[in-house]
């Protein structure tokens, strides 16, 4: 297949659909889903019979979720800019929706779109989200989609793609930020032969669901950079690790993966050249340290997921002994646009070290909750006050928590820190996949480590010594001083064991699970303090 | 050459989607994660029973499918009861008070999470992030995600239950 016969088949699926003149779109994703946006569809689907220009389509996540059932009216020939948004749209509200196409706009539901929430927003990863029908191959093509694949397979060599994405400058957005350029350029050093692509989709940060929503609206770009990178580095066999707890995702990368291979875009020789690639879905089965690349791979075999030591890494030795790529959902599915907008586009986005958008989910105590995706580089403040409007209740900020059970909590006089990879380290937290939870006065530090070390606690393997019982060890302890039963010298050995458990545990889990402790200690010593029961050794912390 | 399969523990129809989803990977040792999915789906839980079957047929020991069967969250070895209501523990739940949803659910029905009444009505569980952040505190009532509960009104709504 050639480049022109793909920019034919788009316009011929967009040709299809040239009698619609408005698309009513209502987000299917989980969270609309579960406040009854199934209902609001079929009923749009009965108000809009007879109306033969209108369409009622389902589409993945807009992002507002805590408005939701979230609906949208926009007329199919003009940028979705000019599109109307409803928010928690009923069932009853179907007829006024259809009556209001071409019309006024509804104004008891109308959701203002030209507020920060999404104004403020720069969308790559989140592009299609909203817009296509995540079930839908056509119209993933129509909206350009696998030109980029196509574009890499018939007019660059895997060098240049790798090229490409050095160029981009993107970093892992698992959490980790490894420059992903290199570790392409490592999977693709080595000897030919058997060699995997992984996308690692086990989300297992709480108050974390980027991933799941990226799934949901917009499978397909997933896949296509999957297979990209299968080819730069010369894979012919892909995983979505998924997990078992996002059941519609699980669905619509399943139809993805059917219908791109149908279409000829998966399997054995893609669109007809002579690249072959394909992709099964694996479950998870609810194990957080399967997040781990090394502990994913051992699932993916089928063995408890326990990691391994590292080296060999994954890109030298992973699935069953076999190089192996291991990315996560929201670095593959910023691969078609840069190699469609070039590495050069990309990296003129967000700062120096950090390139590009994040998608990050905001929940909490916090205004607006749901998705948004920024440039990196955009603060603190910028994204809780001025695009998740702040706090509700009239209730006052207190921190803010990154990177789930391996980040930290930040406090109000660091909200005008860069969100960027490097920035972030050096306040004691890390970007982690993207989850962003925000604490009011209301919350306690020291409950919200010990709730964190909770987490680390159940979910650490078991396999290495420092993180099986350090975590419960500095559970118990953080338990007594929450309980106000600790002395000054029990919050020593907190630290001294924090310092222990970050050096000698055999994976990330383990290695990071202090750093809760560590950063609300930085920033919230005294609530710890205030807790201990008095002691003759108190007056040595000051 | 292919030994011959064992067959299935009796003659329910179930056994026969099991059996598929291992066919389809060859009867291959990474397949064991898949075929508990499989079990699990079919039947609900694990018993040994299923969990003998599954290592004869895939060729493993039976200590090794014991061991992956226990370290996965996911899987479970007792029988569920009619509903099951899964409170999201995530951190956004987490400070909106899904610790209230547990206690109200434990002090009506006298049950922890990870226990079944003992009318086997109601199974409580906990997760550790639905993903459903933005409907905090969520909980899981027999695959429906419901948002933004309350103690009282989500207890009342077990209540009424079957």
Known sequence: MHLDDMTERAEQYRAEKAHIAHELRVCMAASCQSSGAKEVHDALVEAARGHGDCEVKGVGCMGLCSAGPLVSVAPTAAASDDAVLYRDVGPGDSGDIVASVGAAPVDRLRCPTDQPFFARQQKIVLANAGVVDPDSFKGYVAVGGYFALLQALTEMTPAEVLQEVNTSGLRGRGGGGYPTGLKWSTVAKMPGGQKYVICNADEGDPGAFMDRAILESDPHRVIEGMAIAAYAVGANKGYVYVRAEYPLAVERIQKAIRKAKRAGFMGHHIADTEFSFDVELRLGAGAFVCGEETALMASIEGLRGQPRPRPPYPAQSGLWGHPTLINNVETFANIAPIIRNGGEWFAGIGTEGSKGTKVFALAGAIHNTGLIEVPMGTTLRDIIEVIGGGIPGGKSFKAVQTGGPSGGCLPASQLDKPVDYDSLRELGTIMGSGGMIVMDESSSMVDVARYFMEFCMSESCGKCVPCRTGTQQMHDLLDKIAKAQATDAELALLEQLCEVVQATSLCGLGQTAPNPVLSTLRYFREEYETRLTAGPARATWR | ?162
């Open chain 2, 1 to 162: 050459m292919q030994q011959s399969k064992p067959t299935p523990p009796n003659d329910d129809k179930r056994w026969k989607i099991i059996n598929a989803t291992m066919r389809r990977s060859g009867y291959a040792e990474h397949a064991l994660i898949e075929a508990l999915h499989s079990v699990q789906d079919a039947f609900g839980y694990l018993d040994e029973t299923s969990l003998r079957f599954v290592a004869e047929s895939l060729d493993l020991p039976a200590s090794k499918v014991f061991g992956v069967a226990t370290f996965y969250h996911l899987f479970t070895l007792k029988p569920k009861g009619r509903h099951t209501c899964v409170v999201c523990t995530g951190t956004a739940c987490y400070i909106k008070g899904a610790g209230a949803l547990i206690e109200g659910i434990e002090q009506r029905f006298a049950v922890n999470p990870g226990e079944t009444t003992p009318d086997d009505r109601l199974s409580v569980l906990t997760a550790r992030c639905v993903g459903a952040c933005g409907l905090a505190p969520a909980v899981v009532l027999d695959r429906d995600v419901i948002g933004k509960q309350d103690a009282d009104a989500l207890v009342e709504q077990l209540a009424r239950l079957e």
